[in-house]
């Protein structure tokens, strides 16, 4: 499992997020809506959160979209018999823990999550043997 760990990171990073944009258009509105608000005098708005039951769909939503490009990614590339759709649920997991729906989504347009979803993604694999 070794010589493929570094094709199965990057593959599964790539895949996790690759796409860009999500299906998820009403949470994203509301979070473009409420990062766009201004307060009186032209400075933007504390953004307001998304109400419980938006905010858990979005997070959902989010989540399936991410596993299967990162399970994609990661079959491509690791060898026979490893957990794939584990190491993948193990580190989406962890990269989305204690983040709301607008904080991934602008982590995910900046890059930032890169790093994190890395580190998760290597703890999984260290952690969830075959």
């Known amino acids: 499992m070794r010589p493929a760990l570094p094709w199965l990171l990057l593959l599964a990073l790539a895949g996790c997020g690759s796409g860009g944009t999500t299906n998820n258009q009403s949470a994203n509105a509301s979070a473009d809506a409420n990062s766009a608000a201004a307060a009186p005098g032209g400075k933007p708005a504390a953004a307001r959160p998304l109400p419980a039951a938006d905010e858990a769909s979005g997070l959902a939503q989010l989540r399936a979209e991410w596993l299967p490009a990162c399970i994609g990614g990661g079959r491509d590339a690791a060898p026979p018999g490893t957990p794939v759709e584990r190491h993948c649920e193990c580190a989406i997991d962890r990269t989305m823990a204690g983040r709301t729906l607008a904080e991934l989504e602008a982590e995910r347009r900046s890059g930032e999550y890169g790093a ?15």
């Open 116 to 130: 994190r979803f890395q580190a998760n993604m290597r703890a999984c694999i260290r952690e969830i043997r075959r």
